[in-house]
Protein backbone atom coordinates (compact mmCIF):
# COMPACT_ATOMS: atom_id res chain seq x y z
CA UNK A 1 0.00 0.00 0.00
CA UNK A 2 1.08 3.43 -1.34
CA UNK A 3 0.79 4.75 2.18
CA UNK A 4 3.60 7.15 3.89
CA UNK A 5 2.90 6.10 7.37
CA UNK A 6 2.98 2.75 6.76
CA UNK A 7 6.33 3.27 4.95
CA UNK A 8 7.79 5.24 7.51
CA UNK A 9 7.10 3.21 10.49
CA UNK A 10 8.85 0.32 9.03
CA UNK A 11 12.17 2.66 7.91
CA UNK A 12 12.41 4.17 11.29
CA UNK A 13 11.98 0.62 12.80
CA UNK A 14 14.91 -0.54 11.02
CA UNK A 15 16.75 2.16 12.80
CA UNK A 16 15.46 1.40 15.84
CA UNK A 17 17.01 -2.26 15.61
CA UNK A 18 20.32 -0.69 14.22
CA UNK A 19 20.56 2.02 17.32
CA UNK A 20 18.98 -0.28 20.35
CA UNK A 21 19.13 -3.69 18.95
CA UNK A 22 16.80 -6.40 17.67
CA UNK A 23 14.53 -6.17 21.22
CA UNK A 24 13.28 -2.72 19.82
CA UNK A 25 12.36 -4.20 16.41
CA UNK A 26 8.39 -4.20 17.01
CA UNK A 27 8.39 -0.86 19.16
CA UNK A 28 5.77 1.59 17.36
CA UNK A 29 7.38 4.61 15.86
CA UNK A 30 4.38 6.34 16.72
CA UNK A 31 4.10 8.58 13.59
CA UNK A 32 1.83 10.96 13.29
CA UNK A 33 0.71 14.01 11.19
CA UNK A 34 2.94 17.08 11.94
CA UNK A 35 2.21 20.60 11.64
CA UNK A 36 6.56 21.32 10.09
CA UNK A 37 6.61 18.06 8.29
CA UNK A 38 4.94 15.43 6.74
CA UNK A 39 4.80 13.39 9.25
CA UNK A 40 6.59 13.68 12.41
CA UNK A 41 7.94 10.24 14.92
CA UNK A 42 7.01 10.32 18.15
CA UNK A 43 8.91 7.00 19.96
CA UNK A 44 12.00 8.86 21.68
CA UNK A 45 9.93 10.25 24.54
CA UNK A 46 8.85 6.78 25.49
CA UNK A 47 12.39 5.14 24.96
CA UNK A 48 13.24 7.19 27.75
CA UNK A 49 12.29 4.81 30.52
CA UNK A 50 13.64 1.27 28.57
CA UNK A 51 16.66 2.62 27.75
CA UNK A 52 17.44 4.76 31.11
CA UNK A 53 16.55 1.02 32.88
CA UNK A 54 18.76 -0.25 30.19
CA UNK A 55 21.69 1.80 30.29
CA UNK A 56 21.71 2.31 34.12
CA UNK A 57 21.80 6.33 33.25
CA UNK A 58 19.43 8.70 32.92
CA UNK A 59 18.91 9.27 29.18
CA UNK A 60 17.01 12.11 27.44
CA UNK A 61 14.56 11.71 24.18
CA UNK A 62 16.63 14.42 22.30
CA UNK A 63 19.99 12.86 22.95
CA UNK A 64 17.57 9.38 22.04
CA UNK A 65 15.94 10.93 19.00
CA UNK A 66 19.32 11.99 17.42
CA UNK A 67 20.70 8.33 18.02
CA UNK A 68 17.19 7.12 15.89
CA UNK A 69 18.25 9.47 13.53
CA UNK A 70 22.07 9.32 12.70
CA UNK A 71 20.69 5.38 11.96
CA UNK A 72 17.94 6.30 9.58
CA UNK A 73 18.27 5.48 6.34
CA UNK A 74 16.55 8.11 4.25
CA UNK A 75 16.92 6.03 1.05
CA UNK A 76 14.48 7.06 -1.34
CA UNK A 77 11.81 7.76 0.93
CA UNK A 78 12.87 10.77 3.23
CA UNK A 79 14.47 14.22 2.04
CA UNK A 80 14.93 16.24 5.18
CA UNK A 81 15.19 14.87 8.80
CA UNK A 82 14.64 17.05 11.88
CA UNK A 83 14.77 16.94 15.99
CA UNK A 84 12.29 18.98 17.13
CA UNK A 85 11.13 20.03 20.36
CA UNK A 86 12.02 17.72 23.32
CA UNK A 87 12.46 15.24 20.65
CA UNK A 88 10.60 14.83 17.85
CA UNK A 89 11.45 13.22 14.91
CA UNK A 90 10.36 15.69 11.57
CA UNK A 91 9.96 13.70 8.36
CA UNK A 92 9.55 15.10 4.90
CA UNK A 93 9.04 13.28 2.27
CA UNK A 94 10.94 12.91 -1.12
CA UNK A 95 8.52 14.28 -3.81
CA UNK A 96 9.57 11.65 -6.43
CA UNK A 97 8.62 8.85 -3.99
CA UNK A 98 5.35 10.62 -3.50
CA UNK A 99 5.17 11.01 -7.36
CA UNK A 100 5.41 7.16 -7.34
CA UNK A 101 3.48 5.82 -4.90
CA UNK A 102 0.72 8.23 -6.45
CA UNK A 103 1.42 6.55 -10.18
CA UNK A 104 0.28 3.22 -8.12
CA UNK A 105 -2.86 4.64 -7.47
CA UNK A 106 -3.66 5.74 -10.68
CA UNK A 107 -2.50 2.46 -12.14
CA UNK A 108 -2.69 -0.55 -9.97
CA UNK A 109 -5.99 -2.42 -9.38
CA UNK A 110 -8.12 -1.55 -6.85
CA UNK A 111 -5.99 1.63 -5.94
CA UNK A 112 -2.65 -0.22 -4.73
CA UNK A 113 -5.27 -1.26 -1.62
CA UNK A 114 -4.52 -4.55 -0.55
CA UNK A 115 -7.14 -6.61 0.15
CA UNK A 116 -7.31 -7.65 4.51
CA UNK A 117 -5.23 -11.06 5.16
CA UNK A 118 -7.48 -11.62 7.73
CA UNK A 119 -11.05 -12.10 5.89
CA UNK A 120 -13.39 -12.15 8.19
CA UNK A 121 -17.06 -13.47 8.25
CA UNK A 122 -19.27 -10.11 9.50
CA UNK A 123 -22.70 -9.62 9.43
CA UNK A 124 -23.89 -5.77 8.89
CA UNK A 125 -27.48 -5.61 10.58
CA UNK A 126 -28.95 -2.11 8.94
CA UNK A 127 -32.35 -0.42 8.28
CA UNK A 128 -34.51 -3.00 10.31
CA UNK A 129 -37.78 -0.67 9.58
CA UNK A 130 -41.15 -2.10 11.02
CA UNK A 131 -43.80 -3.77 9.19
CA UNK A 132 -47.12 -1.96 8.48
CA UNK A 133 -45.34 0.95 9.67
CA UNK A 134 -43.74 4.28 7.87
CA UNK A 135 -39.61 4.36 7.97
CA UNK A 136 -38.73 7.45 9.86
CA UNK A 137 -35.68 9.35 9.74
CA UNK A 138 -33.75 7.06 12.30
CA UNK A 139 -34.16 4.49 9.83
CA UNK A 140 -33.57 6.48 6.94
CA UNK A 141 -29.62 7.33 8.99
CA UNK A 142 -29.41 3.36 9.76
CA UNK A 143 -30.00 2.88 6.19
CA UNK A 144 -27.70 5.17 4.74
CA UNK A 145 -24.33 4.08 7.28
CA UNK A 146 -25.41 0.96 6.96
CA UNK A 147 -24.97 0.08 3.35
CA UNK A 148 -22.02 2.33 3.82
CA UNK A 149 -20.21 -0.25 5.58
CA UNK A 150 -21.00 -3.14 4.43
CA UNK A 151 -19.53 -1.65 0.89
CA UNK A 152 -16.49 -0.45 2.78
CA UNK A 153 -15.87 -4.17 4.44
CA UNK A 154 -16.71 -5.76 1.36
CA UNK A 155 -14.17 -3.91 -1.03
CA UNK A 156 -11.06 -4.85 2.00
CA UNK A 157 -12.10 -8.28 1.56
CA UNK A 158 -14.20 -9.02 3.89
CA UNK A 159 -17.05 -11.96 3.56
CA UNK A 160 -20.07 -9.38 4.43
CA UNK A 161 -23.64 -10.50 5.66
CA UNK A 162 -26.16 -7.72 4.80
CA UNK A 163 -28.70 -8.54 7.37
CA UNK A 164 -32.28 -6.44 7.12
CA UNK A 165 -33.82 -7.25 10.67
CA UNK A 166 -37.20 -6.29 10.04
CA UNK A 167 -39.94 -5.78 12.72
CA UNK A 168 -42.20 -8.24 11.12
CA UNK A 169 -43.32 -10.26 14.49
CA UNK A 170 -45.31 -9.57 17.44
CA UNK A 171 -48.40 -8.46 19.17
CA UNK A 172 -49.15 -5.78 17.15
CA UNK A 173 -49.87 -7.84 14.49
CA UNK A 174 -52.96 -9.50 15.78
CA UNK A 175 -54.99 -5.52 15.43
CA UNK A 176 -52.99 -5.09 11.94
CA UNK A 177 -54.74 -7.90 10.24
CA UNK A 178 -57.91 -7.77 11.88
CA UNK A 179 -57.79 -4.15 10.87
CA UNK A 180 -57.06 -5.51 7.29
CA UNK A 181 -59.75 -8.33 7.22
CA UNK A 182 -61.99 -4.81 8.25
CA UNK A 183 -61.13 -2.78 5.01
CA UNK A 184 -60.96 -6.37 2.77
CA UNK A 185 -57.56 -7.41 2.09
CA UNK A 186 -58.09 -6.73 -2.15
CA UNK A 187 -57.64 -3.27 -1.00
CA UNK A 188 -54.39 -4.01 0.24
CA UNK A 189 -53.23 -5.00 -3.49
CA UNK A 190 -54.35 -1.27 -4.22
CA UNK A 191 -51.90 1.14 -4.08
CA UNK A 192 -53.86 3.75 -3.49
CA UNK A 193 -55.77 1.88 -1.07
CA UNK A 194 -55.20 3.17 3.00
CA UNK A 195 -52.68 0.03 3.37
CA UNK A 196 -50.42 1.91 1.77
CA UNK A 197 -50.64 4.80 4.01
CA UNK A 198 -48.84 2.94 6.55
CA UNK A 199 -49.07 5.54 8.87
CA UNK A 200 -52.74 5.76 8.97
CA UNK A 201 -53.38 2.19 8.50
CA UNK A 202 -51.48 1.46 11.54
CA UNK A 203 -52.84 4.00 13.84
CA UNK A 204 -56.52 2.95 12.69
CA UNK A 205 -55.92 -0.15 13.53
CA UNK A 206 -54.27 1.21 17.40
CA UNK A 207 -57.56 3.18 17.69
CA UNK A 208 -60.19 0.80 17.05
CA UNK A 209 -58.08 -1.94 19.09
CA UNK A 210 -58.23 0.66 22.34
CA UNK A 211 -61.67 1.62 22.17
CA UNK A 212 -63.66 -1.52 20.83
CA UNK A 213 -63.54 -4.09 22.57
CA UNK A 214 -64.66 -6.58 20.60
CA UNK A 215 -61.97 -6.07 18.30
CA UNK A 216 -59.52 -5.74 20.48
CA UNK A 217 -60.63 -9.58 21.59
CA UNK A 218 -60.02 -10.40 18.27
CA UNK A 219 -56.91 -8.85 17.65
CA UNK A 220 -55.67 -10.50 20.79
CA UNK A 221 -57.30 -14.30 19.68
CA UNK A 222 -55.15 -13.66 16.24
CA UNK A 223 -51.88 -13.18 17.66
CA UNK A 224 -51.70 -16.34 19.36
CA UNK A 225 -53.01 -18.18 15.93
CA UNK A 226 -50.04 -16.12 14.29
CA UNK A 227 -47.52 -17.39 16.92
CA UNK A 228 -49.16 -21.09 16.60
CA UNK A 229 -49.09 -20.94 12.87
CA UNK A 230 -52.29 -20.96 11.36
CA UNK A 231 -51.95 -21.01 8.07
CA UNK A 232 -55.02 -18.80 7.23
CA UNK A 233 -53.25 -16.42 9.75
CA UNK A 234 -50.19 -16.57 8.31
CA UNK A 235 -51.23 -15.89 4.68
CA UNK A 236 -52.88 -12.40 5.72
CA UNK A 237 -49.76 -11.74 7.92
CA UNK A 238 -47.91 -12.43 4.57
CA UNK A 239 -50.05 -9.64 2.69
CA UNK A 240 -49.01 -6.96 5.07
CA UNK A 241 -45.88 -8.02 4.89
CA UNK A 242 -45.39 -7.71 0.86
CA UNK A 243 -47.10 -4.69 1.19
CA UNK A 244 -44.33 -3.25 3.44
CA UNK A 245 -41.78 -4.81 1.71
CA UNK A 246 -42.75 -2.95 -1.58
CA UNK A 247 -42.42 0.10 0.30
CA UNK A 248 -39.09 -0.64 1.40
CA UNK A 249 -38.22 -1.45 -1.90
CA UNK A 250 -38.93 1.52 -3.29
CA UNK A 251 -37.39 3.85 -0.39
CA UNK A 252 -33.62 1.57 -0.92
CA UNK A 253 -33.65 1.75 -4.92
CA UNK A 254 -34.13 5.87 -4.83
CA UNK A 255 -31.66 6.24 -2.22
CA UNK A 256 -29.26 3.56 -4.38
CA UNK A 257 -29.41 1.02 -1.35
CA UNK A 258 -27.85 -2.52 -1.90
CA UNK A 259 -30.61 -4.38 0.24
CA UNK A 260 -33.18 -6.82 -1.66
CA UNK A 261 -34.98 -8.86 -0.26
CA UNK A 262 -33.07 -11.66 0.26
CA UNK A 263 -31.34 -9.88 2.74
CA UNK A 264 -33.98 -9.60 5.15
CA UNK A 265 -33.62 -12.35 8.11
CA UNK A 266 -36.64 -10.42 10.47
CA UNK A 267 -37.84 -11.17 13.75
CA UNK A 268 -40.17 -13.80 12.54
CA UNK A 269 -37.34 -16.06 10.84
CA UNK A 270 -36.53 -16.34 14.49
CA UNK A 271 -39.48 -17.41 15.76
CA UNK A 272 -39.12 -21.18 15.88
CA UNK A 273 -35.49 -20.88 17.42
CA UNK A 274 -36.85 -18.59 20.31
CA UNK A 275 -38.02 -21.99 22.21
CA UNK A 276 -34.65 -23.55 21.94
CA UNK A 277 -32.49 -20.44 22.90
CA UNK A 278 -35.08 -20.42 25.78
CA UNK A 279 -34.33 -23.78 26.58
CA UNK A 280 -30.67 -23.67 26.39
CA UNK A 281 -30.54 -20.40 28.72
CA UNK A 282 -32.49 -22.41 31.66
CA UNK A 283 -30.26 -25.51 30.99
CA UNK A 284 -27.55 -23.54 31.56
CA UNK A 285 -28.67 -21.74 35.11
CA UNK A 286 -28.90 -18.08 33.27
CA UNK A 287 -32.30 -18.50 32.89
CA UNK A 288 -34.40 -17.94 36.24
CA UNK A 289 -37.99 -17.04 37.60
CA UNK A 290 -38.60 -14.20 38.84
CA UNK A 291 -41.94 -12.83 39.56
CA UNK A 292 -43.17 -15.31 37.23
CA UNK A 293 -41.31 -14.64 34.38
CA UNK A 294 -38.68 -15.96 33.58
CA UNK A 295 -35.04 -13.61 33.38
CA UNK A 296 -31.26 -13.14 33.12
CA UNK A 297 -29.35 -10.69 35.45
CA UNK A 298 -26.03 -10.38 33.78
CA UNK A 299 -23.50 -8.79 36.26
CA UNK A 300 -22.75 -5.19 36.21
CA UNK A 301 -26.22 -4.03 35.68
CA UNK A 302 -28.34 -2.63 38.58
CA UNK A 303 -30.84 -0.40 38.74
CA UNK A 304 -31.26 3.07 40.68
CA UNK A 305 -31.76 1.39 44.13
CA UNK A 306 -29.02 -0.69 43.08
CA UNK A 307 -31.26 -3.85 42.19
CA UNK A 308 -30.13 -6.18 39.41
CA UNK A 309 -31.51 -5.36 36.16
CA UNK A 310 -33.36 -8.42 34.27
CA UNK A 311 -33.29 -9.00 31.16
CA UNK A 312 -36.81 -10.39 30.13
CA UNK A 313 -36.62 -13.61 28.44
CA UNK A 314 -39.92 -14.96 28.55
CA UNK A 315 -42.94 -13.22 30.03
CA UNK A 316 -45.45 -14.41 33.19
CA UNK A 317 -48.23 -14.98 30.57
CA UNK A 318 -45.84 -17.37 28.65
CA UNK A 319 -44.79 -14.80 25.71
CA UNK A 320 -41.48 -13.65 24.43
CA UNK A 321 -40.42 -10.54 23.99
CA UNK A 322 -37.99 -8.10 21.71
CA UNK A 323 -34.70 -9.23 23.50
CA UNK A 324 -35.54 -12.78 23.50
CA UNK A 325 -35.68 -12.75 20.14
CA UNK A 326 -32.58 -10.57 19.60
CA UNK A 327 -30.73 -13.43 21.96
CA UNK A 328 -31.82 -15.88 19.49
CA UNK A 329 -30.20 -14.20 16.88
CA UNK A 330 -27.18 -13.79 18.60
CA UNK A 331 -27.10 -17.38 18.84
CA UNK A 332 -27.83 -18.05 15.13
CA UNK A 333 -25.25 -15.81 14.08
CA UNK A 334 -22.57 -17.67 15.74
CA UNK A 335 -23.83 -21.78 15.77
CA UNK A 336 -25.02 -20.91 12.40
CA UNK A 337 -23.53 -18.16 10.22
CA UNK A 338 -20.28 -18.47 12.15
CA UNK A 339 -19.51 -14.73 11.85
CA UNK A 340 -16.52 -13.30 13.32
CA UNK A 341 -17.50 -9.83 14.14
CA UNK A 342 -21.55 -8.59 14.17
CA UNK A 343 -22.33 -4.69 13.90
CA UNK A 344 -25.80 -3.65 14.35
CA UNK A 345 -26.68 -0.57 13.05
CA UNK A 346 -29.13 0.80 15.27
CA UNK A 347 -30.22 4.35 16.85
CA UNK A 348 -28.22 5.10 20.39
CA UNK A 349 -31.79 4.90 22.26
CA UNK A 350 -31.64 0.86 21.81
CA UNK A 351 -27.67 1.29 23.25
CA UNK A 352 -28.81 -0.68 26.90
CA UNK A 353 -30.91 -2.92 25.24
CA UNK A 354 -27.94 -4.55 23.17
CA UNK A 355 -25.29 -4.17 26.03
CA UNK A 356 -27.26 -6.37 28.34
CA UNK A 357 -28.44 -8.69 25.45
CA UNK A 358 -24.46 -9.17 24.66
CA UNK A 359 -23.90 -9.34 28.05
CA UNK A 360 -26.50 -12.68 28.23
CA UNK A 361 -24.94 -13.61 25.60
CA UNK A 362 -21.75 -13.89 26.77
CA UNK A 363 -22.77 -15.58 29.72
CA UNK A 364 -24.34 -18.40 27.53
CA UNK A 365 -20.89 -18.84 25.63
CA UNK A 366 -22.24 -17.54 22.40
CA UNK A 367 -20.31 -14.43 22.63
CA UNK A 368 -16.63 -14.82 23.14
CA UNK A 369 -13.14 -13.63 22.14
CA UNK A 370 -13.69 -14.91 18.96
CA UNK A 371 -17.10 -13.18 18.33
CA UNK A 372 -17.09 -9.44 18.36
CA UNK A 373 -20.36 -8.16 18.73
CA UNK A 374 -20.61 -4.43 17.79
CA UNK A 375 -23.67 -1.57 18.81
CA UNK A 376 -22.89 0.91 15.80
CA UNK A 377 -24.96 3.38 17.73
CA UNK A 378 -27.24 5.63 15.66
CA UNK A 379 -27.29 9.15 17.17
CA UNK A 380 -30.72 11.13 16.63
CA UNK A 381 -31.65 13.12 14.01
CA UNK A 382 -33.07 16.58 14.74
CA UNK A 383 -34.97 19.36 12.99
CA UNK A 384 -33.44 22.99 12.26
CA UNK A 385 -35.15 23.60 15.71
CA UNK A 386 -32.89 21.16 17.52
CA UNK A 387 -35.51 18.82 18.49
CA UNK A 388 -36.39 15.45 17.37
CA UNK A 389 -37.60 15.69 13.78
CA UNK A 390 -41.15 16.24 13.55
CA UNK A 391 -43.88 17.39 10.90
CA UNK A 392 -45.44 20.73 11.97
CA UNK A 393 -48.50 18.89 13.13
CA UNK A 394 -46.13 17.02 15.67
CA UNK A 395 -46.38 14.17 13.38
CA UNK A 396 -43.58 11.76 12.01
CA UNK A 397 -41.68 13.32 9.03
CA UNK A 398 -42.76 10.60 6.15
CA UNK A 399 -39.40 9.36 4.84
CA UNK A 400 -39.96 10.36 0.97
CA UNK A 401 -40.94 13.88 1.62
CA UNK A 402 -38.09 14.28 3.18
CA UNK A 403 -36.08 13.34 -0.06
CA UNK A 404 -38.43 14.97 -2.57
CA UNK A 405 -37.73 18.35 -0.16
CA UNK A 406 -33.92 17.56 -0.53
CA UNK A 407 -34.57 17.07 -4.32
CA UNK A 408 -36.90 20.39 -4.63
CA UNK A 409 -34.31 22.33 -3.52
CA UNK A 410 -31.03 21.09 -5.04
CA UNK A 411 -33.02 21.31 -7.97
CA UNK A 412 -33.71 25.11 -6.92
CA UNK A 413 -30.12 25.40 -6.04
CA UNK A 414 -29.29 23.58 -9.51
CA UNK A 415 -31.13 25.75 -11.77
CA UNK A 416 -29.53 29.24 -10.05
CA UNK A 417 -26.45 28.61 -11.72
CA UNK A 418 -26.29 30.13 -15.01
CA UNK A 419 -25.32 27.61 -17.25
CA UNK A 420 -27.04 24.90 -16.48
CA UNK A 421 -29.72 26.33 -19.12
CA UNK A 422 -28.11 23.66 -21.56
CA UNK A 423 -29.28 20.72 -20.31
CA UNK A 424 -32.80 19.43 -21.52
CA UNK A 425 -35.92 18.88 -18.66
CA UNK A 426 -35.85 14.83 -18.50
CA UNK A 427 -31.24 15.38 -18.01
CA UNK A 428 -31.72 18.30 -15.11
CA UNK A 429 -34.22 15.91 -13.11
CA UNK A 430 -31.75 12.82 -12.91
CA UNK A 431 -29.07 15.13 -12.42
CA UNK A 432 -31.26 17.17 -9.13
CA UNK A 433 -32.33 13.35 -7.96
CA UNK A 434 -28.74 12.47 -7.86
CA UNK A 435 -27.71 16.03 -6.28
CA UNK A 436 -30.28 15.65 -3.61
CA UNK A 437 -29.79 12.11 -2.38
CA UNK A 438 -26.40 12.71 -2.38
CA UNK A 439 -26.72 15.77 -0.17
CA UNK A 440 -28.64 13.58 2.33
CA UNK A 441 -26.71 10.89 2.24
CA UNK A 442 -23.35 13.03 2.70
CA UNK A 443 -24.89 14.69 5.73
CA UNK A 444 -25.56 11.39 7.07
CA UNK A 445 -22.47 9.92 6.42
CA UNK A 446 -20.34 13.01 7.07
CA UNK A 447 -20.92 13.12 10.99
CA UNK A 448 -19.75 10.32 13.33
CA UNK A 449 -22.54 8.18 13.35
CA UNK A 450 -23.00 8.36 17.00
CA UNK A 451 -23.51 11.98 17.53
CA UNK A 452 -26.66 13.57 17.25
CA UNK A 453 -27.23 16.16 14.02
CA UNK A 454 -29.03 18.54 12.54
CA UNK A 455 -31.43 17.41 8.98
CA UNK A 456 -30.93 21.05 7.85
CA UNK A 457 -31.87 20.97 4.24
CA UNK A 458 -31.12 24.20 3.04
CA UNK A 459 -27.13 23.27 4.48
CA UNK A 460 -26.66 20.05 3.02
CA UNK A 461 -27.55 20.94 -0.17
CA UNK A 462 -24.98 24.02 -0.75
CA UNK A 463 -22.85 23.46 -3.26
CA UNK A 464 -19.99 24.92 -1.53
CA UNK A 465 -18.92 23.74 1.72
CA UNK A 466 -18.96 20.15 3.49
CA UNK A 467 -21.74 18.40 1.26
CA UNK A 468 -22.27 15.89 -0.99
CA UNK A 469 -22.93 18.31 -3.62
CA UNK A 470 -19.56 19.85 -3.51
CA UNK A 471 -17.76 16.75 -3.78
CA UNK A 472 -20.16 15.52 -7.09
CA UNK A 473 -18.60 19.20 -8.13
CA UNK A 474 -15.32 18.15 -7.67
CA UNK A 475 -15.88 14.72 -9.15
CA UNK A 476 -17.43 16.05 -12.46
CA UNK A 477 -15.36 18.84 -12.78
CA UNK A 478 -12.22 16.79 -13.52
CA UNK A 479 -14.26 14.74 -15.64
CA UNK A 480 -15.41 18.29 -17.95
CA UNK A 481 -11.45 18.43 -17.74
CA UNK A 482 -10.70 15.31 -19.67
CA UNK A 483 -14.11 15.99 -21.71
CA UNK A 484 -12.45 19.53 -22.92
CA UNK A 485 -9.14 18.63 -23.56
CA UNK A 486 -10.40 15.50 -25.76
CA UNK A 487 -8.72 13.05 -23.22
CA UNK A 488 -10.16 9.42 -22.01
CA UNK A 489 -8.89 9.66 -18.27
CA UNK A 490 -8.67 6.07 -18.44
CA UNK A 491 -5.40 6.47 -20.52
CA UNK A 492 -4.08 9.17 -19.05
CA UNK A 493 -1.04 7.39 -17.46
CA UNK A 494 1.80 9.45 -18.23
CA UNK A 495 4.46 10.02 -15.55
CA UNK A 496 3.23 12.02 -12.59
CA UNK A 497 6.14 14.54 -11.43
CA UNK A 498 5.66 17.19 -8.58
CA UNK A 499 6.49 20.55 -9.30
CA UNK A 500 4.25 22.95 -7.78
CA UNK A 501 3.20 22.62 -3.65
CA UNK A 502 -0.36 22.26 -5.23
CA UNK A 503 0.51 19.15 -6.89
CA UNK A 504 2.59 17.85 -3.98
CA UNK A 505 -0.11 18.31 -1.45
CA UNK A 506 -3.00 16.41 -3.93
CA UNK A 507 -0.41 13.60 -4.41
CA UNK A 508 0.38 13.60 -0.73
CA UNK A 509 -3.37 13.28 0.08
CA UNK A 510 -4.15 10.64 -2.26
CA UNK A 511 -1.41 8.41 -0.48
CA UNK A 512 -3.88 8.09 2.06
CA UNK A 513 -7.00 6.95 0.60
CA UNK A 514 -6.18 2.91 1.92
CA UNK A 515 -5.58 3.79 4.77
CA UNK A 516 -8.71 5.30 5.65
CA UNK A 517 -10.68 2.96 3.96
CA UNK A 518 -9.43 0.33 6.50
CA UNK A 519 -9.75 2.28 9.67
CA UNK A 520 -13.42 3.10 8.65
CA UNK A 521 -14.06 -0.67 8.06
CA UNK A 522 -12.09 -1.54 10.80
CA UNK A 523 -13.75 1.24 13.42
CA UNK A 524 -17.13 1.27 11.85
CA UNK A 525 -16.55 4.68 11.21
CA UNK A 526 -17.45 5.55 7.66
CA UNK A 527 -17.31 9.49 9.06
CA UNK A 528 -13.64 9.41 8.13
CA UNK A 529 -13.75 8.38 4.46
CA UNK A 530 -16.51 11.02 4.12
CA UNK A 531 -14.17 13.91 5.78
CA UNK A 532 -10.84 12.35 3.61
CA UNK A 533 -13.14 12.45 -0.03
CA UNK A 534 -13.57 15.93 1.33
CA UNK A 535 -10.27 17.18 2.30
CA UNK A 536 -9.16 15.27 -1.43
CA UNK A 537 -11.91 17.30 -3.06
CA UNK A 538 -10.48 20.59 -1.18
CA UNK A 539 -7.02 19.68 -2.45
CA UNK A 540 -7.78 19.06 -5.90
CA UNK A 541 -9.39 22.43 -5.97
CA UNK A 542 -6.57 24.51 -4.63
CA UNK A 543 -4.31 22.28 -7.78
CA UNK A 544 -6.99 23.53 -10.26
CA UNK A 545 -6.75 27.25 -9.59
CA UNK A 546 -2.87 27.25 -9.44
CA UNK A 547 -1.86 24.57 -12.25
CA UNK A 548 -3.58 24.99 -14.97
CA UNK A 549 -3.78 21.05 -16.54
CA UNK A 550 -4.98 21.87 -20.11
CA UNK A 551 -2.68 24.54 -20.53
CA UNK A 552 0.41 23.67 -18.67
CA UNK A 553 3.45 25.15 -19.89
CA UNK A 554 4.82 22.20 -20.90
CA UNK A 555 3.41 18.87 -22.55
CA UNK A 556 5.37 16.53 -19.44
CA UNK A 557 3.62 18.96 -17.46
CA UNK A 558 0.39 18.64 -19.16
CA UNK A 559 0.80 14.78 -18.98
CA UNK A 560 1.56 14.87 -15.53
CA UNK A 561 -1.45 17.06 -14.34
CA UNK A 562 -3.60 14.88 -16.09
CA UNK A 563 -2.65 11.53 -15.25
CA UNK A 564 -2.37 13.46 -11.57
CA UNK A 565 -6.48 14.54 -12.16
CA UNK A 566 -7.28 10.71 -13.04
CA UNK A 567 -6.22 9.71 -10.10
CA UNK A 568 -8.18 12.13 -8.17
CA UNK A 569 -11.22 11.14 -10.00
CA UNK A 570 -10.48 7.34 -9.74
CA UNK A 571 -10.07 7.79 -6.17
CA UNK A 572 -13.09 10.26 -5.57
CA UNK A 573 -15.25 7.61 -7.71
CA UNK A 574 -14.10 4.69 -5.41
CA UNK A 575 -14.71 6.56 -2.10
CA UNK A 576 -17.66 8.02 -3.12
CA UNK A 577 -18.64 4.93 -4.78
CA UNK A 578 -18.23 3.19 -1.15
CA UNK A 579 -20.37 5.48 0.80
CA UNK A 580 -22.77 4.83 -1.80
CA UNK A 581 -23.07 8.92 -3.47
CA UNK A 582 -24.08 8.92 -6.56
CA UNK A 583 -22.37 11.06 -8.76
CA UNK A 584 -23.99 12.45 -11.95
CA UNK A 585 -22.13 12.20 -15.07
CA UNK A 586 -22.23 16.65 -15.69
CA UNK A 587 -23.70 18.87 -13.38
N1 LIG B 1 -37.11 -2.71 14.16
C1 LIG B 1 -36.40 -1.99 15.18
C2 LIG B 1 -36.79 -0.52 15.17
O1 LIG B 1 -37.32 -0.03 14.21
C3 LIG B 1 -34.92 -2.07 14.99
C4 LIG B 1 -34.35 -3.44 15.06
C5 LIG B 1 -32.95 -3.41 15.51
N2 LIG B 1 -32.27 -4.67 15.46
C6 LIG B 1 -32.30 -5.61 16.41
N3 LIG B 1 -31.58 -6.69 16.22
N4 LIG B 1 -32.98 -5.44 17.51
O2 LIG B 1 -36.55 0.17 16.15
Request: charged residues 25%.
Amino acid sequence: MPDPQLALTARVQEALTAAFGPSYAGTDPVIRPSQFADLQANVAMSLVKPLTAERGEKQNPRGIAQEIVAKLDRGDLIDKIEVSGPGFINLTLRDDWIAAQAQRVLTEPRLAVPETETPQRVVVEYSSPNVAKEMHVGHLRTTIVGDALARILGFLGHEVIKDNHVGDWGTPFGMLIEHLLDIGEEKAADDDSSVSDLTAFYQAAREKFDSDEKFADRARRRVVELQAGDPETLRLWQVLVDVSKRYFNTVYRRLGVTLTDDDIKGESFYNDLLAPTVQELEDKGIAVLSDGALCAFPPGFTGREGEPLPVIIRKSDGGYNYSTSDLATVRYRVDTEHVDRMIYVVGAPQALHFQMVFAVARMAGWLNDGVRAEHAQIGNVLGTDGKMLRTRAGGTVKLSELLDEAVERAGERFDAVEHQAEFDAATRDEIVEKVGIGAVKYADLSVALDSEYIFDIDRMTLFNGKTGPYLQYATVRIRSIFRKGGVDPETATDPIKIGHEAERALALKLLDFGAVVQQSGELSEPHRLAGYLFELAQAFTSFFENCPVLNAPDEETRGSRLALSAATLRTMTTGLDLLGIPVPERM
